[in-house]
């Protein structure tokens, strides 16, 4: 054993080195991906807010110029819809307001909200000249106060804009929203527009080349960590291929041949192959176990119940049918006609059984009158070919042939699932059985479950 150790890896040991080396890097991959995320939400949440802040921001002027747009147009059209318009922006909607609260929310005082603010307090200012037109404006429409919304109420004209025409109230008022002092005032909102709108950009650009140098970083240093993952599995796959699978197809081969395996591979299969060539070369000498008489019924040739437990022991019976086949009342014929003819019922039986199956399916003899079919690599598919097998069986027995007597036989069919026990099948297929012995020649089929 020492010898095989020093001239072959433990594929154990190897195995779980890989193993533990991956686990290590499948943790560090999992937070390095956790972190990647992370970093792709900040870079993500940057935008957004960005869009928010611009959003926000473009909300000043939009309500600016929609004040300006309907001061205008009361003035023009004397129309009180206008300056419902105007007023309904100014105490309910309050876009300009909404927007520096935004931006002070999310970041602070910065140079990009003094510019907001400043540009609010613009806006503010020309309310002072939109407020003072509108009342010129409503004085020259000749609109009673009372239908005025306050604001414009309280405002008190000049004794000098007192005296005027209704006309020239109209025009003056007019005048004051298209004169260079209002369109100075707007240009300057808009300057601080443009500036708060630049700010946020360099500040996210700022922003953005932060995040994407981290994250550039960080996806780098996954990939290192994917590539020695991939190099590994390799590896393993690699080794399995040198040290397990090639060593046993050569094994295999040998042992069809019957000769001796050379130790060669991981540490395990050189220890199965010295196992293997020492029971091989005492096989010779000693072979008390499973030979031909203690698996074989001498009477018909079937695996006799030594034979048939052996074979149950190593067929995969999750891919299998077991069937049970018991001669139904066969105690009968015995007792009438004797046990040299009851024999022959059993031989008859027996060689039927076998003719009406597969090759490679298995057929055992067991206590009495009692028979077993092991069908390998079978299905619930195979349902209807089974029964026409066992109606096929009973159909010979049936006849009367070289002085036998009659007889039928009732059969309880167990289909294997995956995970199924051999005990478990067992016990199904004998449920099965006593269904099926219930009328004569009966068929009951069942499927074992894992």
Same mark, same amino acid.
């Given at each position: 054993?020492?010898?095989?150790?020093?001239?072959?890896?433990?594929?154990?040991?190897?195995?779980?080195?890989?193993?533990?080396?991956?686990?290590?890097?499948?943790?560090?991959?999992?937070?390095?991906?956790?972190?990647?995320?992370?970093?792709?939400?900040?870079?993500?949440?940057?935008?957004?807010?960005?869009?928010?802040?611009?959003?926000?921001?473009?909300?000043?002027?939009?309500?600016?110029?929609?004040?300006?747009?309907?001061?205008?147009?009361?003035?023009?059209?004397?129309?009180?819809?206008?300056?419902?318009?105007?007023?309904?922006?100014?105490?309910?909607?309050?876009?300009?307001?909404?927007?520096?609260?935004?931006?002070?929310?999310?970041?602070?005082?910065?140079?990009?909200?003094?510019?907001?603010?400043?540009?609010?307090?613009?806006?503010?200012?020309?309310?002072?000249?939109?407020?003072?037109?509108?009342?010129?404006?409503?004085?020259?429409?000749?609109?009673?106060?009372?239908?005025?919304?306050?604001?414009?109420?309280?405002?008190?004209?000049?004794?000098?804009?007192?005296?005027?025409?209704?006309?020239?109230?109209?025009? +003056?008022? #007019? /005048?004051? *929203?298209?004169?260079?002092?209002?369109?100075?005032? &707007? %240009? @300057?909102?808009? =300057?601080?527009?443009? +500036?708060? #709108? /630049?700010? *946020?950009?360099?500040?996210?650009?700022?922003?953005? &080349? %932060? @995040?994407?140098? =981290?994250?550039?970083?960080?996806?780098?240093?996954?990939?290192?960590?994917?590539?020695?993952?991939?190099?590994?599995?390799?590896?393993?796959?690699?080794?399995?291929?040198?040290?397990?699978?090639?060593?046993?197809?050569?094994?295999?081969?040998?042992?069809?041949?019957?000769?001796?395996?050379?130790?060669?591979?991981?540490?395990?299969?050189?220890?199965?192959?010295?196992?293997?060539?020492?029971?091989?070369?005492?096989?010779?000498?000693?072979?008390?176990?499973?030979?031909?008489?203690?698996?074989?019924?001498?009477?018909?040739?079937?695996?006799?119940?030594?034979?048939?437990?052996?074979?149950?022991?190593?067929?995969?019976?999750?891919?299998?049918?077991?069937?049970?086949?018991?001669?139904?009342?066969?105690?009968?014929?015995?007792?009438?006609?004797?046990?040299?003819?009851?024999?022959?019922?059993?031989?008859?039986?027996?060689?039927?059984?076998?003719?009406?199956?597969?090759?490679?399916?298995?057929?055992?003899?067991?206590?009495?009158?009692?028979?077993?079919?092991?069908?390998?690599?079978?299905?619930?598919?195979?349902?209807?070919?089974?029964?026409?097998?066992?109606?096929?069986?009973?159909?010979?027995?049936?006849?009367?042939?070289?002085?036998?007597?009659?007889?039928?036989?009732?059969?309880?069919?167990?289909?294997?699932?995956?995970?199924?026990?051999?005990?478990?099948?067992?016990?199904?297929?004998?449920?099965?059985?006593?269904?099926?012995?219930?009328?004569?020649?009966?068929?009951?089929?069942?499927?074992?479950?894992?």
């Amino acid at each position: 054993m020492e010898d095989a150790r020093r001239n072959g890896v433990s594929l154990g040991k190897l195995n779980l080195y890989m193993l533990i080396i991956a686990v290590i890097i499948g943790i560090i991959l999992v937070f390095s991906m956790q972190k990647t995320q992370k970093l792709y939400n900040e870079t993500n949440t940057v935008t957004q807010n960005l869009v928010s802040w611009e959003t926000s921001s473009y909300g000043m002027q939009i309500a600016s110029d929609y004040l300006t747009n309907e001061i205008r147009n009361f003035a023009i059209t004397g129309e009180m819809e206008h300056l419902n318009n105007y007023f309904e922006e100014v105490n309910v909607t309050k876009r300009r307001e909404a927007a520096l609260d935004v931006l002070e929310e999310q970041q602070g005082k910065t140079v990009a909200y003094q510019n907001l603010a400043d540009a609010m307090e613009g806006s503010l200012e020309l309310m002072d000249i939109e407020y003072y037109s509108a009342r010129l404006v409503a004085e020259g429409y000749g609109i009673k106060g009372s239908d005025l919304p306050l604001e414009i109420q309280q405002i008190s004209l000049t004794d000098q804009d007192k005296k005027l025409t209704k006309q020239e109230m109209k025009e +003056k008022g #007019i /005048s004051l *929203l298209y004169d260079d002092t209002y369109n100075n005032k &707007k %240009e @300057s909102i808009s =300057k601080h527009m443009n +500036k708060c #709108i /630049s700010d *946020l950009n360099e500040s996210m650009v700022e922003q953005q &080349k %932060e @995040s994407a140098a =981290k994250l550039k970083k960080q996806v780098f240093g996954e990939h290192i960590l994917i590539i020695i993952l991939i190099v590994i599995m390799i590896g393993i796959v690699v080794l399995t291929f040198l040290l397990i699978i090639k060593p046993l197809k050569r094994s295999v081969e040998l042992i069809r041949d019957e000769k001796e395996i050379p130790l060669k591979g991981a540490y395990e299969v050189q220890f199965l192959a010295k196992t293997y060539n020492l029971m091989y070369n005492t096989a010779h000498i000693s072979n008390d176990h499973m030979t031909y008489e203690s698996t074989h019924d001498k009477m018909t040739g079937l695996y006799n119940t030594h034979g048939y437990e052996f074979l149950t022991l190593n067929i995969d019976m999750e891919t299998a049918t077991l069937i049970l086949l018991d001669l139904d009342n066969f105690s009968q014929v015995d007792h009438t006609f004797g046990k040299e003819i009851g024999n022959r019922v059993l031989i008859k039986a027996a060689d039927t059984i076998l003719k009406n199956f597969r090759a490679q399916d298995y057929i055992c003899k067991l206590d009495n009158d009692e028979y077993a079919v092991i069908m390998i690599h079978t299905s619930e598919r195979q349902k209807e070919l089974i029964a026409n097998k066992i109606n096929a069986i009973n159909e010979k027995l049936r006849s009367h042939e070289d002085d036998i007597p009659s007889i039928t036989l009732s059969a309880g069919i167990a289909f294997g699932a995956k995970g199924t026990g051999v005990r478990n099948i067992n016990n199904v297929a004998k449920e099965a059985l006593e269904e099926a012995k219930k009328k004569s020649a009966g068929i009951c089929f069942m499927t074992a479950k894992g």
